[in-house]
């Protein structure tokens, strides 16, 4: 049916028939529970393979306590040793975290980034370009926000973050190193 023919049969429509019109319409698939890789969990900072660093991992919970004020989670997995950590930011609470970041903001699913956390990709590295206003805002803030706690962003991808030459300590390689 076109649009044209829809909005005909919606004139016509009886009150009880247009409430069951209505009812179908919230029942959709975008009413759906959220996906199971972006949990609407607390933050979670993983500890990784041995070797990963234990002082970055307190600053990554750190930073995870922050966000959760600001409405988000912080989930941070150390990959290897020396290789930086993986960063992203789940909605917890769409109003409060658009106060700093933009885009849809669904409780349950990650803050757009234009591309998948972990998932090397075209759009992932941090200098890519032809994404939204919205995407460019969300990762610049990111990087912001991981530079005030001493994290640098890796050039590979937009949530690949290491601790800063200062903040590194036994396993964990600083920024200049890469």
Request: with cysteine; charged share 10%.
């Amino acid at each position: 049916m076109n649009r044209q023919g829809l909005f005909s049969v919606v004139a016509r429509a009886t009150p009880p028939a247009l409430a069951l019109l209505l009812a179908a319409c919230a029942q959709g698939p975008w009413t759906a529970d959220p996906p199971a890789a972006a949990p609407a969990s607390a933050s979670a900072v993983q500890q990784g393979p041995p070797g990963c660093s234990p002082a970055a991992r307190a600053t990554l919970q750190g930073i995870a306590d922050e966000l959760q004020t600001q409405g988000m989670a912080l989930h941070a997995t150390c990959t290897a040793p020396g290789d930086g950590w993986v960063v992203q930011l789940c909605v917890l609470d769409g109003t409060q975290a658009g106060r700093v970041v933009r885009g849809p903001l669904a409780d349950g699913y990650a803050v757009d980034m234009g591309t998948p956390a972990g998932a090397p990709a075209a759009g992932a590295p941090t200098g890519a370009s032809g994404f939204s206003p919205d995407v460019q805002h969300n990762r610049q803030w990111l990087r912001a926000l991981m530079a005030r706690h001493q994290f640098c962003n890796l050039p590979d991808a937009w949530w690949h973050f290491a601790p800063q030459d200062g903040a590194a300590s036994a396993g964990g390689a600083g920024c200049s190193e890469r």
